[in-house]
Structure formats: C-alpha cells, structure tokens
C-alpha cells in the first residue's frame, strides 16, 4: 500500500513578510526558521494574520496572537496597548496610566532627596527650627494652658494662675527671635532660645 506525504507550504519569516500572500482557508504556513505557523482564513493577508495557537516545543509567550515582545528586559511587565499586550518598563516620568505616586513634593520645613529614577528609596528630612515636637507631654490640654517642666525630663499641660500671656513674655526680658522658643532655666527665669537639634 502507497503512502503520499504532506508537505507543508513553508518559507522563512522574512521571506513570509516580504511576499505577504494570503492563504487559503485552512492553509498552513509554516516558518521553516522559527517554528511558527499560521492557517490562513481565505482573506486576511500574512501579516495582518496572527500565528497559531497550537502548542509548539519551542513556544513562548510571544507566539500569541495577542502579544508583541520587542527587546524584553530584566523587570519589564505586559501591558494593554489597547490593540495588544506589549513589554514595558514602569517609567514615572512618562507613564500616565495606573495608580501610583509619581513624585513626593516637599512642604514648609520639608526637604526630600533620593526622589528620582525608577526603585528610588525617598530621605525625608524635617528642620527643627521650623518646627516643635513635642514628645511625652501626655494629651492635648485645655483652652489656655501651658507646657511646663518638672525639671526632671517630663513634660505636662498646666494652666498658668495669675498670669498673663503679656506678662510671661515680659518675664523672658526680650522678644526673641523667629524660630526661638520660650525656655526655663528651672530657677523661675524665662529666656527665649534656640531648639536643640539632635
């Protein structure tokens, strides 16, 4: 009994884009160096028509229809293009699409460093003289009340009998300067005076 062999219509790629043909409805074109083949619909011309799906050894994710890898990277992600999934590196300073921050703007007393380029671990520095903190005082206070020490490194809310905001700043002798605070030297005296940094 006589076999007949079949024999695929086969060409390389190049070869296959150059010519461009259509082929016939369940017409294989087999790519001769890549492995890859398509079945033609009767209409659809070689480029525009996507590669099987079938399952080939040497298939990778590019061999989808819907998907076009170009020059993949260590990191890169698939991406909705709209007409297809596509390779791409996260950009901050170009992609527009998805929810993350972009950039950290710094505020009064703020600065930022380290704050570019993709994988960058932000420094956020804080300037004490633009600023008091106020650690360990232990809740908010009330209406009119005061810091004050105990001379021991606590610190607590109390309200000031018999004294005047006007008198507390005529007691320190001066009006000070920005930034300065109103200290006490544990011996019943007031003075203004620069925030100690650490």
């Known amino acids: 009994m006589a076999f007949k062999r079949i024999l695929l219509r086969r060409d390389t790629a190049s070869n296959w884009t150059s010519g461009n043909p259509t082929l016939a409805s369940g017409e294989i074109g087999y790519e001769s160096n890549t492995g890859k083949f398509k079945i033609g619909n009767g209409s659809t011309a070689w480029t525009s028509l996507s590669y099987s799906n079938a399952h080939l050894p040497s298939a990778s994710i590019n061999d989808l229809g819907d998907v076009t890898i170009t020059s993949a990277s260590d990191g890169d992600f698939l991406r909705w293009n709209g007409a297809a999934w596509i390779n791409d590196a996260v950009n901050l300073s170009t992609d527009t699409i998805g929810s993350y921050v972009e950039s950290l703007v710094a505020g009064t007393g703020i600065s930022l460093s380290g704050n570019s380029g993709e994988g960058a ?5 804080v300037a004490l003289t633009d600023a008091i903190i106020i650690a360990g005082v232990g809740g908010d206070g009330t209406s009119g009340q005061a810091i004050i020490t105990d001379g021991l490194g606590s610190l607590t809310f109390s309200t000031i009998i018999g004294t ?3 008198s507390i700043i005529d007691a320190a002798g001066a009006d000070g300067t920005s930034g300065q605070v109103l200290k006490t030297n544990g011996a019943g005296d007031l003075s203004f ?6």
């Not at 671990?121 to 520095?125: C, L, N, Q």
């Not at 005076?193 to 650490?198: E, L, P, R, S, T």
């Open 121 to 125: 671990t932000p420094t956020i520095a």
């Open 193 to 198: 005076g620069d925030v100690a940094q650490a």
């Open 164 to 166: 005047t905001e006007a």
